[in-house]
């Protein structure tokens, strides 16, 4: 029963995102510019100049909408561009939107600590279509207590120095505890100090998780030198069961160590998690140490409930201990079939990594296609709805035999502005 009560949970929330692109907001919308002034009233006529000026007014149903142009202003203080304090409700999500998708570019210059921060007692908040680069330590931080049921949707989050890409708040108790946070298609990439500034290091990630019921649908993941692309946090053991659900992401893994054991493209360091229709690439003479997956359990603890899934590796292993001083995973607690080992998905980009999203597209020879497992996900990574064959395909992309498949440039990606 509560394995089905977070399923249904996360089905809800992406039908409500699926049918929000449809509704006409009932709430106001304001606008952000460079040129804008924040004296003014945040319309689309007079906007307001600062992301910050806009978050500031919103209330629960709210948009915002941030116009084309760089961003790297402080608020209030040299450690954040946009410090996020608002609330939503669950009929009523808050949304942060850029107007053109990667338009709107949040810009650390090697000096801000952080990008989007959020706030104690934030929920029901969305961000959405941003690029955001060069920050010290987070692209996006929701690393403070009661924090819930924030989306990520759609951005470009690279070049982060210090830590990760976003981090969650691990909690004391389930109540305080980061939860129902939702990644969904966003690229990100290079994450991580360099080996120039004193590395190599292993501890910046793509994704650092801690806390409770997150999903990660339809990212990719590449450049991530000095950390996992996802990494599952188990700090807190108070929290027996995390109930995170990972799906349909293409992970291009990088050749690091993490505590002297082995690599791949994801960390387990918790129980109850779902690992489902992944696409996973180890580097070239990596491919027969450790897996695509690694679990690394806290303290003399072993993880439960593991379940692995019709994920594509070209590892040998698609599941492995992250050493071998100890069983990481309790005996009996993996659930694993219908993966593909030792495989190549064929994606139509001919040198990996790449930094154009389009080459993570499948060509029509792949066996990532029709393989996946049918789960709730309705669109991929460019909005294609899923299924387009007679299964789910396997990765960020679901594959279409027709022209036109292939998604535009993102700086002429348009996402119509909402009005009243």
């Not at 948009?63 to 669950?90: A, C, L, M, Q």
């Not at 996006?140 to 989306?151: E, P």
């Not at 360099?194 to 910046?204: I, L, Q, R, T, V």
């Not at 040998?316 to 100890?326: C, V």
């Amino acid at each position: 029963m509560k394995f089905l009560k977070y399923f249904l949970h996360r089905f809800l929330i992406i039908c409500f995102f699926s049918l929000s692109v449809i509704l006409e907001a009932s709430a106001e919308t304001y606008y952000v510019s460079p040129f804008g002034r924040d004296s003014d009233p945040g319309t689309a006529s007079k906007p307001f100049k600062t992301i910050q000026k806009g978050v500031n007014v919103l209330e629960a149903g709210d948009t915002v909408i941030v116009r084309d142009g760089i961003y790297s202003n402080f608020s209030g203080t040299p450690t954040k561009t946009v410090n996020i304090g608002v609330r939503g409700t669950p009929e009523n999500w808050i949304t942060i939107k850029s107007e053109n998708k990667w338009g709107a570019v949040l810009d650390g210059q090697g000096t801000i600590a952080k990008g989007f921060n959020f706030n104690k007692n934030v929920d029901y908040v969305r961000i959405e279509d941003f690029e955001v680069r060069n920050y010290t330590l987070n692209a996006i931080s929701i690393n403070q207590g009661y924090i819930s049921n924030i989306y990520i949707y759609g951005n470009n989050l690279h070049h982060i120095g210090g830590h990760s890409a976003l981090d969650t708040n691990k909690g004391t108790t389930e109540v305080d505890a980061a939860q129902y946070i939702t990644i969904d298609s966003n690229i990100i990439h290079d994450i991580g100090r360099p080996e120039s500034s004193g590395g190599p290091f292993s501890k910046d990630h793509g994704l650092y998780l801690r806390g409770i019921h997150h999903t990660i649908i339809n990212n990719i993941f590449y450049n991530n030198k000095s950390g996992w692309s996802i990494h599952l946090s188990g700090h807190n053991r108070d929290l027996k069961d995390f109930h995170h659900y990972i799906a349909n992401n293409t992970i291009i893994a990088d050749s690091h160590e993490y505590r002297g054991g082995r690599f791949g493209g994801i960390l387990v360091r918790v129980s109850s998690v779902w690992i489902e229709n992944n696409i996973i690439i180890v580097p070239k003479g990596k491919e027969t140490i450790g897996g695509a997956i690694n679990v690394y359990s806290e303290g003399l603890e072993c993880e439960k409930n593991i379940v692995v899934r019709n994920n594509l590796t070209n590892a040998d292993n698609i599941l492995s201990d992250h050493d071998d001083k100890r069983e990481h995973l309790c005996p009996g607690e993996l659930i694993s079939s219908g993966n593909q080992v030792k495989s190549n998905p064929l994606f139509v980009g001919e040198s990996m990594p790449s930094s154009d999203p389009n080459d993570y597209k499948l060509q029509l020879s792949s066996r990532a296609i029709d393989a996946g497992l049918k789960i709730v996900l309705s669109n991929d990574f460019a909005g294609t709805n899923r299924p387009q064959g007679s299964g789910h395909d396997i990765g960020a992309f679901e594959y279409k035999k027709f022209p036109g498949n292939y998604i535009r440039e993102p700086q002429k990606f348009k996402i119509l502005a909402v009005t009243n």
